[in-house]
């Protein structure tokens, strides 16, 4: 089995109303107009597509981050995107997806729903959400986004957490586990640590409760735009893997971050985990994670 999970997308809208920056998005439609729109190619969201369905994946994730401030526009921008991809990717056991913090930037927008309103049909309305992958592969997104004034931080509270642990003893032995969740579980030892405000508040009571299971769990992740593969010391049972962000550029990456893809052997053993990424010249490469 093949999965695809893709990070965060941040498709942008520049022109707003005024009446639309009334909010933290004034906040961030500056910091799009400044600085993040010189990195964030959304023209090479084609070929990121058309390399998902190259790669004729059985299922296709996103962990979160789809919009920029969370506007109607962007929402829907980003729906029409991920419709066209599911469409001709056609994956055999469907789509999955999670929000990002910035997909419930505003108050408003998660007031309204809108991130259920685009993406409902790929998503849950109760967390921890529970999706079965062919027939021994569970799949448990969270949810510990919420809009916040100031910061980009996230919470999955007692009790998301409480049910996660049910969850995980409920799953059979010899089962796989796969969580997908926006928000990081800390950073490897090479990079910095996560700035204060900007991660999950309860990282240590999610990290205890991955470890209290035992059991060995992949965990899928964006949110810092970076991608990696990981184990926390505090829990070695998790491999963590950041997904990236597949439009944003830079020197390491100047046609975008790529995506990360999970093979999952049909008859047990390790979960091989590795990514496509765009060299200088536009053409696909595999890479470790
Ligand atoms: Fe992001
Ligand atoms: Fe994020």
Same mark, same amino acid.
């Given at each position: 089995?093949?999965?695809?999970?893709?990070?965060?997308?941040?498709?942008?809208?520049?022109?707003?109303?005024?009446?639309?920056?009334?909010?933290?998005?004034?906040?961030?439609?500056?910091?799009?107009?400044?600085?993040? $729109? $010189?990195?964030?190619?959304?023209?090479?969201?084609?070929?990121?597509?058309?390399?998902?369905?190259?790669?004729?994946?059985?299922?296709?994730?996103?962990?979160?981050?789809?919009?920029?401030?969370?506007?109607?526009?962007?929402?829907?921008?980003?729906?029409?995107?991920?419709?066209?991809?599911?469409?001709?990717?056609?994956?055999?056991?469907?789509?999955?997806?999670?929000?990002?913090?910035?997909?419930?930037?505003?108050?408003?927008?998660?007031?309204?729903?809108?991130?259920?309103?685009?993406?409902?049909?790929?998503?849950?309305?109760?967390?921890?959400?529970?999706?079965?992958?062919?027939?021994?592969?569970?799949?448990?997104?969270?949810?510990?986004?919420?809009?916040?004034?100031?910061?980009?931080?996230?919470?999955?509270?007692?009790?998301?957490?409480?049910?996660?642990?049910?969850?995980?003893?409920?799953?059979?032995?010899?089962? $796989?586990?796969?969580?997908?969740?926006?928000?990081?579980?800390?950073?490897?030892?090479?990079?910095?640590?996560?700035?204060?405000?900007?991660?999950?508040?309860?990282?240590?009571?999610?990290?205890?409760?991955?470890?209290?299971?035992?059991?060995?769990?992949?965990?899928?992740?964006?949110?810092?735009?970076?991608?990696?593969?990981?184990?926390?010391?505090?829990?070695?049972?998790?491999?963590?893997?950041?997904?990236?962000?597949?439009?944003?550029?830079?020197?390491?990456?100047?046609?975008?971050?790529?995506?990360?893809?999970?093979?999952?052997?049909?008859?047990?053993?390790?979960?091989?985990?590795?990514?496509?990424?765009?060299?200088?010249?536009?053409?696909?490469?595999?890479?470790?994670?």
């Amino acid at each position: 089995m093949r999965i695809v999970v893709l990070g965060d997308l941040h498709f942008y809208q520049l022109a707003v109303w005024p009446w639309q920056l009334c909010s933290k998005r004034l906040l961030g439609q500056t910091n799009l107009w400044l600085n993040r $729109r $010189r990195h964030f190619k959304p023209a090479l969201w084609p070929a990121v597509r058309d390399q998902v369905i190259a790669r004729a994946p059985d299922a296709v994730l996103c962990s979160g981050d789809f919009t920029t401030t969370a506007l109607p526009g962007e929402f829907r921008t980003a729906r029409a995107a991920w419709a066209d991809l599911v469409e001709k990717a056609k994956p055999s056991l469907g789509s999955f997806v999670v929000p990002g913090n910035h997909d419930r930037y505003t108050y408003t927008s998660a007031r309204k729903h809108l991130f259920e309103g685009a993406f409902g049909q790929w998503t849950s309305q109760e967390w921890p959400a529970q999706w079965i992958l062919g027939s021994q592969t569970h799949l448990i997104g969270l949810d510990p986004t919420r809009p916040n004034r100031f910061n980009a931080s996230g919470k999955l509270g007692t009790p998301q957490l409480s049910k996660l642990r049910a969850c995980l003893n409920e799953i059979p032995a010899g089962h $796989r586990i796969l969580i997908l969740c926006h928000y990081p579980i800390g950073t490897p030892e090479e990079l910095p640590d996560e700035a204060p405000g900007h991660g999950l508040q309860d990282t240590n009571a999610l990290i205890d409760t991955l470890a209290e299971s035992e059991r060995p769990i992949t965990y899928i992740h964006g949110h810092i735009h970076w991608p990696w593969k990981w184990t926390p010391p505090r829990a070695p049972n998790v491999i963590a893997v950041n997904a990236g962000a597949p439009m944003l550029t830079g020197s390491r990456y100047p046609q975008g971050q790529g995506f990360l893809e999970l093979e999952i052997p049909e008859t047990g053993g390790e979960i091989g985990t590795s990514r496509q990424e765009p060299n200088d010249k536009g053409s696909w490469q595999a890479a470790s994670p």
